[in-house]
């Protein structure tokens, strides 16, 4: 208790959430009276990092911004525009079809809704829809980024449930493709209702020159994704193959990207590396601390006393991960909620630890689109000038949409699974 309070008091101050477990951690060993724990202290904060799988996550995190600077998403937005552009809402669909191409680029909800707010939002209000709907619209899309491979949080659980790095990023594909899906068949009912309006029209002709242009783009996705599933390299090596393929079409095909950028741009995938993984560091430490504080066998005798099966297990820990998504970002969540209730799942109600991730992935990015804190949202209100309350209320279907596919993966294990070996 006297962790819990010190965690939750340091955290409401402001300190970033890597220190407020590392501190918490501290408290707990000063209250336990057992300084001689100290002297793990230093080695569990390096076996934390000590992996490695988290390799893979400076790599994705590069091809990130490679592809930015090479003019790449650009091109994946005419790309959607030119397979769906002339429907009605077209540039809706436009909107979730270029967020689902450069997730499965870029792997981050936020830097995602950053980049494609500032090219969807203006270009939607332009063409008629309201900033609002376009704003959150955006949001629901980046969304897309943590699910579909690469995804820096499936990494992240990855290390934290000690499972196959390539086999969680497999998981997120399915679960991925049928959100987009999903999403998609709610703009249509969305469209029908609010008579969205449709983009300018193209003719084939046109649409197959766009097509052609833009396609080398998605060689990307393709060296990446292909080179797991078809055992030819795990997530690190592919993730470094993936940004060797985005500079050289920066740099000779769409001659937007220069070798000599290349230094700015490794220089801010280290620093959000960094970030990322003094968190994974801290999360050692504090699953540590919880383990010999018996935190996850007392929590396993609660949700034993509530949860009766495998089923009703998953939904209660739907409710909890989305109200802890609500107010702490995905990879913090991932570090508090996995070693206390990835045990639970796999030892006491035997399910799969790939399908528990991936359900516990969802729902900490559906917190991001959630109230009281709402980061997506934040972060396009932050580019677009829309409100954040307003975009929740506009984007309601969606959420909706988002909680049945939630409910989908925890009764079908299959969702998940059918691409892993």
């Known amino acids: 208790m006297i962790t819990s309070a010190a965690f939750i008091a340091i955290m409401l101050v402001g300190v970033p959430i890597g220190l407020c477990l590392c501190l918490a ?9 057992n300084p001689v724990l100290f002297q793990s202290y230093p080695l569990q904060l390096f076996g934390g990092v000590d992996s490695y799988g988290l390799i893979a996550i400076p790599l994705f995190i590069l091809i990130g911004e490679i592809m930015n600077g090479g003019g790449i998403t650009r091109r994946i937005v005419d790309m959607a525009m030119a397979f769906v552009g002339s429907l009605k809402g077209g540039l809706a669909y436009v909107n979730i079809l270029a967020n689902m191409f450069i997730s499965s680029i870029l792997g981050s909800a936020t830097a995602q809704v950053a980049i494609m707010a500032q090219i969807m939002v203006p270009e939607m209000e332009k063409k008629g829809y309201d900033k609002t709907f376009a704003a959150g619209l955006t949001a629901y899309g980046g969304m897309l980024g943590p699910i579909i491979p690469p995804s820096v949080m499936f990494v992240v659980y990855s290390v934290l449930a000690q499972v196959s790095v390539s086999d969680m ?11 987009t899906a999903m999403f998609c068949i709610v703009i249509a009912l969305m469209g029908y209702i609010y008579n969205y309006p449709k983009a300018d029209y193209q003719t084939p002709r046109q649409r197959l020159a766009t097509i052609l242009r833009t396609s080398p783009t998605l060689l990307i996705p393709i060296v990446i994704v292909g080179s797991i599933l ?3 390299a795990n997530a690190t090596e592919s993730a470094a193959v993936g940004a060797v393929a985005a500079a050289l079409i920066g740099k000779y095909w769409t001659r937007e990207f220069e070798f000599s950028q290349l230094p700015q741009m490794m220089l801010r995938a ?8 003094f968190l994974v560091a801290a999360a050692a430490v504090f699953s540590w601390v919880l383990i010999f504080g018996k935190v996850p066998q007392e929590t396993a005798s609660w949700i034993q006393s509530v949860a009766k099966d495998p ?6 820990c739907n409710v909890i991960l989305l109200i802890i998504g609500t107010v702490i970002d995905g990879i913090p969540g991932l570090i508090m909620t996995v070693p206390i209730l990835l045990p639970v799942a796999t030892e006491i109600y035997h399910i799969d630890p790939r399908q528990f991730g991936v359900v516990v992935v969802i729902n900490l990015v559906l ?12 972060v396009a209100a932050a580019v677009t000038g829309a409100k954040p309350g307003k975009m929740f209320m506009v984007t309601l279907p969606l959420f909706g949409i988002s909680c049945i596919l939630l409910v989908l993966l925890s009764l079908y294990p299959s969702l998940s699974l059918v691409l892993i070996k």
Do not use: T, W
Request: charged content about 0%; some cysteine; aromatic content about 12%.
């Open 25 to 33: 951690g501290f408290v707990y060993i000063i209250a336990s009276g």
């Open 169 to 179: 990023l497999i998981a997120g594909i399915v679960p991925g493709v049928i959100l």
């Open 230 to 232: 078809g055992g030819l």
């Open 270 to 277: 280290g620093i959000y590396s960094a970030i990322v993984l």
């Open 311 to 316: 089923v009703s297990f998953m939904l209660l």
């Open 367 to 378: 917190g991001l689109l959630s109230p009281p804190v709402g980061l997506c949202f934040f």
